[in-house]
């Protein structure tokens, strides 16, 4: 609820927002197309099944949430990290008020074209702007680290991937360790979510387009259909990709295409975690993973290729 990237923008020694550069800020009418409205102090995530039992019920609460934090949010600075919560899956798009960006280029694009294009064709027509820097000094360390996202290797995957503090700009060299730790966080965020998306998109406008429409959701007739990008997947150092890592452009779901003999397989929720055998009948193997990752309360999914089956008897165990 709290703009977390305002701090960044004005004060010495803070980080930058994990939240990702893109700040969606809807009108208070969204308020009253919620149902079962929870605020928490702080994340769920954190909060696991004591979430409910702990969020806001008191009006002196939502007094204290709601005075201010001197810098022209009315959420006070207690409540930096406060979570509203609701039974909605989603909110109206219509309900928007306004779209704040960060001011940097990823892989050369400006942030801010890239958000006016996406908006000009999904039809949105709030006010599109920059977030704006009072400290230079900080804006100039925002786009060293996106700098520094845009030269690292491509990764498919957030398996054997890392990034430590010697990396890091030396602007951050005053910082204290936890600082300089929360920061490396925000680059694998940015890195896997930001950068490798914009690139995904570079690599469409400019080779054959291999993508596929997905199986597993349905945007709906007034938009275009989803659209799965893939990518080679191999594990670690090995040689030869044996798949590639399709990911869906509207759900996020994942579908695997076998490189050997072109199968393309949507995988369902229930799939996961157990061996799927390649529908095309060439004897590959894999299981789809799925972990909880405590530091942002998300899933990450990993694929694990297993030993070859003999397609046959595999196919008679299996149920389909
Ligand atoms: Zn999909
Ligand atoms: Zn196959």
Same mark, same amino acid.
Not at 17 to 20: E, G
Not at 93 to 96: A, G, K, V
């Given at each position: 609820m709290y703009d977390v990237g305002s701090v960044f923008s004005r004060a010495q020694n803070t980080v930058p927002?994990?939240?990702?550069p893109i700040m969606l800020v809807f009108r208070p009418e969204v308020f009253a197309s919620m149902s079962d409205i929870c605020i928490t102090k702080q994340s769920i995530a954190t909060l696991c099944d004591k979430w409910r039992s702990l969020a806001i019920n008191s009006e002196a609460e939502l007094v204290a949430m709601l005075g !201010?934090? !001197?810098?022209?949010?009315?959420?006070s600075q207690d409540y930096h990290y406060s979570e509203l919560s609701c039974a909605n899956s989603k909110n109206s798009?219509?309900?928007?008020e306004r779209i704040i960006v960060e001011p940097i280029a990823i892989h050369g694009l400006q942030l801010l074209s890239l958000v006016r294009d996406a908006c000009k064709s999904a039809e949105i027509t709030c006010p599109i702007i920059e977030r704006r820097y009072p400290s230079l000094n900080n804006r100039n360390l925002l786009r060293d680290l996106v700098s520094i996202c845009d030269s690292l290797p491509f990764a498919a995957?957030?398996?054997?991937w890392s990034f430590d503090?010697?990396?890091?700009?030396?602007?951050?060299?005053?910082?204290p360790p936890e600082r300089r730790n929360r920061v490396c966080l925000w680059v694998r965020y940015f890195f896997f979510w930001t950068t490798n998306e914009v690139r995904n998109d570079l690599t469409f406008d400019n080779a054959d387009d291999d993508r596929t429409i997905c199986k597993l959701c349905d945007p709906g007739e007034e938009r275009p259909p989803a659209m799965v990008n893939y990518q080679p997947w191999s594990v670690?150092?090995?040689?030869?990709?044996r798949i590639d890592l399709g990911r869906c452009d509207w759900c996020n779901g994942i579908t695997i295409r076998c490189r050997e003999c072109g199968e393309i397989m949507a995988i369902?929720?229930?799939?996961?975690d157990q061996p799927i055998c390649c529908g095309? !009948?060439?004897g590959l193997r894999f299981r789809v993973e799925t972990y909880y990752d405590?530091?942002? !309360?998300g899933g990450c999914e990993e694929i694990d290729i297993l030993p070859d089956g003999d397609p046959e008897a595999w196919n008679g165990l299996e149920e389909h």
């Open positions: 927002n994990v939240y990702r !201010g934090d !001197g810098y022209g949010s009315p959420i798009l219509d309900l928007l995957t957030q398996r054997g503090e010697t990396q890091l700009p030396s602007g951050l060299a005053n910082y670690g150092e090995e040689s030869k990709p369902y929720e229930h799939e996961y095309g !009948g060439c405590p530091r942002d !309360g």
